[in-house]
């Protein structure tokens, strides 16, 4: 009877242990994805944050991209051209298969814009 009693509560204690753990992963999973999140807002603002004085000439460009598998392809095909010097916005869609670019003509061309998506491993090209 003893036995089955300090089994007992060894089996709730082993429960307690395990809710515990659960809630501690369940707090520290959220408080990645808040941080996550924060630092997408804080990054996106901060890449899409362009000054434009009326000497620049902005232009906008088309540009087809083949080899993407998923959004997430996409998104980080957006991030990198947004950190590409000369580039005003950038755009890019998984279904479209396809990215629009406002940049500076000045200070990149359309060809620099095709080569930084074909160094990250896809095939992009101009639309006409």
């Known amino acids: 009877m003893i036995k089955q009693k300090e089994n007992k509560e060894k089996v709730i204690k082993s ?13 520290t999973i959220v408080a990645i994805s808040a941080l ?11 890449a899409t944050t362009t000054v ?9 460009v088309a540009i087809a991209i083949e080899g993407m598998s998923c959004s997430g392809c996409a998104n980080g095909i957006q991030a990198m051209l947004r950190r590409t010097e000369g580039v005003a916005s950038a755009d ?5 298969k396809e990215a629009i670019v ?9 060809e620099k814009l ?11 090209s101009v639309k006409d």
Not at 114 to 124: D, L, R, S
């Open 92 to 96: 890019v869609s998984y279904e479209r």
């Open 102 to 110: 406002e940049y500076n003509a000045e200070r990149t061309t359309r």
């Open 52 to 60: 434009t004085t009326a000497s620049e000439k902005i232009e906008r």
């Open 15 to 27: 429960r307690k242990n395990r809710v515990a753990l659960f809630v501690v992963i369940i707090c």
């Open 36 to 46: 996550a999140i924060l630092m997408r807002t804080q990054f996106s603002t901060h």
């Open 114 to 124: 095709v080569e930084v998506i074909n160094n990250m491993g896809y095939k992009a």
